[in-house]
């Protein structure tokens, strides 16, 4: 008799084991999540300028198209890609984030091997619009949607990890890019980027992904949902489904001052980031630095943004958000000030750590200040019309810089007019508060 006790108070204390390491692994389940999310921002690469870059010579010379003509498909593009995402962000609101992720890596894979047989003009423009969509606006937009939703309390931190994967794709795909166009050829290689996107990709979605932590009977963050000791949904577990159907419609959020804030911060920041970008070697060797110099900031202003982005992440979680973005928008300014005081080394090695701050604080804020201050419930439709604002800033954003050069031979006046911009956004910035119909985390 005592022997039987034993064996089922054994048995017992192995089933509670069995279910705490059940629970265990659940409640680190959105960790995961934000793996896979930060594998879908790398896999974004094929549709990010970084990559593009890399091929623009090889399909010039085989294609026999200008370089201004290139350039102005490009711009198009971006900008056809950017009308589309409000679109694809009611997609994301109805279907779930789990299967637009599958649709948009499927036809991503079909994008890159119809870009490798372009033909001409018209393809070449339609196939960036593709790429430009589906890589750079849809797959990111899917990525921080699914995170936004499986965090609350951490959300800064996740999506900030989910964004280190933007950086990897920066010190990966083009070297990638430039091995394959020397081993098969660019069309070839496009090939094999639509192959590398569906094998990465798919099978971690069709396997691992969930909307939402409630389905799995988690909370966000990681927290089980409370039960009563029958096994029934606690009052506790009812407000925790009720969170994730709060939030404002497009319609309400429109309708604020906090939404346009944001925009107009967020739009500043897509194309003044995207401006040094693209003139970052000519700004920096016109000042008196050497192209191999030049080049070389790069991989710092990478290596700063690994490490700062967590950072901001960390910091969006425990100060109060609009503090952090005005903080960002300060380091802008800083950013645009900088570029234009280079002249030597040292000078430029400070503006490297600066854009590094810069590309790890835009980077962060796009993905988090809309679950934010709007809510879960229409989150895809908010972040696409506010990605759309912000893709449409990177499409004008080399635009001031170049008409300056050609007029003035020089960027330095114009970086420092520029900066004027995101200074007035920042004073913005500190007015920022959530709406009213959302009961405020942190003011």
């Known amino acids: 008799m005592a022997r039987g006790i034993g064996y089922h108070r054994c048995s017992f204390e192995n089933d509670t084991r069995i279910t705490d390491l059940s629970k265990q692994r659940r409640s680190s389940y959105g960790w995961l999540i934000v793996a896979v999310?930060?594998?879908?921002?790398?896999?974004?690469?094929?549709?990010?300028?970084?990559?593009?870059?890399?091929?623009?010579?090889?399909?010039q010379a085989d294609l026999g198209i200008s370089a201004t003509s290139i350039a102005s498909a490009y711009a198009f593009a971006t900008l056809a890609a950017a009308f589309g995402l409000p679109w694809m962000g009611r997609l994301v609101d109805r279907l779930g984030p789990r299967r637009m992720l599958?649709?948009?890596?499927?036809?991503?894979?079909?994008?890159?091997?119809?870009?490798?047989?372009?033909?001409?003009?018209?393809?070449?423009?339609?196939?960036?619009?593709?790429?430009?969509?589906?890589?750079?606006?849809?797959?990111?937009?899917?990525?921080?949607?699914?995170?936004?939703?499986?965090?609350?309390?951490?959300r800064g931190f996740?999506?900030?990890?989910?964004?280190?994967?933007?950086?990897?794709?920066?010190?990966?795909?083009?070297?990638?890019?430039?091995?394959?166009?020397?081993?098969?050829?660019?069309?070839?290689?496009?090939?094999?980027?639509?192959?590398?996107?569906?094998?990465?990709?798919?099978?971690?979605?069709?396997f691992l992904v969930h909307d939402r932590p409630e389905l799995l009977g988690l909370a966000p963050d990681g927290g089980a949902v409370p039960r009563t000791p029958d096994g029934a949904a606690s009052a506790?577990?009812?407000?925790?489904?009720?969170?994730?159907?709060?939030?404002?419609?497009?319609?309400?959020a429109l309708a604020?001052?906090?939404?346009?804030?944001?925009?107009?911060?967020?739009?500043?920041?897509?194309?003044?980031?995207?401006?040094?970008?693209?003139?970052?070697?000519?700004?920096?060797?016109?000042q008196g630095l050497s192209e191999a110099a030049a080049a070389r900031i790069f991989p710092l202003s990478a290596l700063v943004m690994v490490i700062v982005i967590p950072l901001v992440g960390r910091a969006l979680d425990r100060f109060p958000t609009h503090r952090v973005f005005a903080f960002g928008l300060v380091v802008m300014v800083v950013s645009l000030i900088s570029a234009a005081q280079v002249h030597d080394l040292g000078t430029a090695l400070i503006y490297a750590v600066a854009f590094g701050v810069n590309n790890g604080c835009t980077m962060t804020f796009f993905s988090y200040m809309w679950p934010r201050y709007f809510g879960r419930k229409h989150l895809g439709s908010i972040q696409g019309m506010g990605q759309m604002i912000g893709i449409f800033g990177a499409s004008l954003g080399p635009l001031p810089l170049g008409i300056a050069f050609d007029l003035l031979g020089s960027y330095r006046e114009t970086l420092m007019l520029l900066a004027l911009y995101p200074a007035g956004c920042a004073i913005a910035a500190l007015f920022l508060r959530a709406p009213p119909q959302m009961s405020a985390k942190k003011s």
């Open 158 to 206: 996740a999506l900030s990890l989910m964004s280190i994967g933007f950086a990897v794709s920066m010190a990966v795909h083009p070297p990638l890019s430039q091995w394959l166009i020397d081993t098969v050829g660019w069309r070839q290689a496009w090939f094999w980027l639509g192959a590398s996107t569906w094998l990465l990709m798919l099978p971690p979605v069709l």
């Open 256 to 286: 604020t001052g906090t939404f346009w804030i944001l925009c107009a911060g967020l739009f500043g920041l897509s194309m003044l980031v995207t401006s040094l970008h693209f003139f970052q070697v000519s700004i920096l060797t016109t």
């Open 236 to 252: 506790a577990a009812a407000s925790v489904e009720a969170s994730a159907e709060q939030g404002l419609t497009l319609r309400e």
């Open 37 to 59: 999310a930060a594998l879908g921002i790398f896999v974004s690469g094929p549709g990010q300028s970084h990559t593009f870059s890399v091929f623009l010579v090889h399909i």
């Open 102 to 154: 599958l649709v948009v890596t499927m036809l991503l894979g079909l994008a890159c091997l119809a870009f490798g047989a372009a033909a001409g003009y018209l393809w070449l423009a339609v196939g960036f619009a593709a790429l430009r969509f589906l890589g750079q606006g849809s797959l990111m937009l899917n990525c921080s949607n699914l995170v936004s939703h499986w965090f609350e309390r951490r």
